[in-house]
């Protein structure tokens, strides 16, 4: 069975830094990209960023309200990805999803990488409070 | 702020059809993912790309896209439904950004 476990939620005081993991099983990790997607209590889901297959270079993009403090990383070798956040505001208070991110190679007006997020975990709650 | 807009919310009577909208710049040249949301659970894929659709979601489910305008349509929607739906698909900047559209709640009477 393909799964995603989110795990490393919890209290953290602003200007903290907390580690989430996603462990992933049931596919060949290192074939896929993983995003991380959130949602704070009541509100509509925001993609936070993703990173990309070896592959495809490894590399990572971000959303601008979480650029410069958020780092996302993968180990291809125990299937994990990780969401490294510092400098943590109480507006990152949310529940984080871990996704993965198969792709299409699109040829149309634009010639792109067309991702799409297939699977989905459970999710891990990051509260940030004083 | 989203640059994918969506309807706040959405009615439909019990084995009707429904069309859910999203509309944004980033439409024209980029396809729209699709996401369902039950209350306390995780967003499940629907429709991707052109109008695909995953292993185990129903065919009363399609895609399609027109101009600035990605469309959900439910033809024949059923209780099990009812749920907030988001678009998703690249922002406007030209780089690998994403951004999800500010979601629909579907109530299926």
């Known amino acids: 069975e393909v799964q995603l476990v989110e795990s490393g939620g919890g209290l953290v005081q602003p200007g903290r830094s907390l580690r989430l993991s996603c462990t992933a099983s049931g596919f060949t990790f290192g074939d896929y990209a993983m995003s991380w997607v959130r949602q704070a209590p009541g509100k509509g889901l925001e993609w936070v960023g993703f990173i990309r297959s070896k592959a495809y270079g490894g590399t990572t993009e971000y959303a601008a309200s979480v650029k410069g403090r958020f780092t996302i990383s993968r180990d291809d070798s125990k299937s994990i990805a990780y969401l490294q956040m510092n400098s943590l505001k109480t507006e990152d208070t949310a529940v984080y999803y871990c996704?993965?991110?198969?792709?299409?190679?699109?040829?149309?007006?634009?010639?792109?990488?067309?991702?799409?997020?297939?699977?989905w975990g459970k999710g891990t709650t990051v509260t940030v409070s004083s | 702020s989203s640059e994918l807009t969506q309807d706040p919310a959405v009615s439909v009577a019990l084995g009707q059809t429904v069309r859910i909208t999203c509309q944004g710049d980033s439409l024209r040249s980029y396809y729209a993912s699709w996401y369902q949301q039950k209350p306390g659970q995780a967003p499940v894929l629907v429709i991707y790309?052109?109008?695909n659709r995953p292993s185990g979601i129903p065919d009363r489910f399609s895609g399609s896209s027109s101009g600035n305008t990605a469309s959900l349509t439910i033809t024949g929607a059923q209780a099990e439904d009812e749920a907030d739906y988001y678009c998703n698909s690249r922002d406007s900047s030209g780089n690998h950004l994403e951004v999800f559209g500010t979601g629909t709640k579907v109530t299926v009477l």
């Open positions: 996704t993965r991110a198969d792709h299409i190679w699109i040829v149309a007006t634009i010639h792109y990488y067309y991702y799409y997020m297939d699977v």
């Open positions: 790309g052109k109008n």
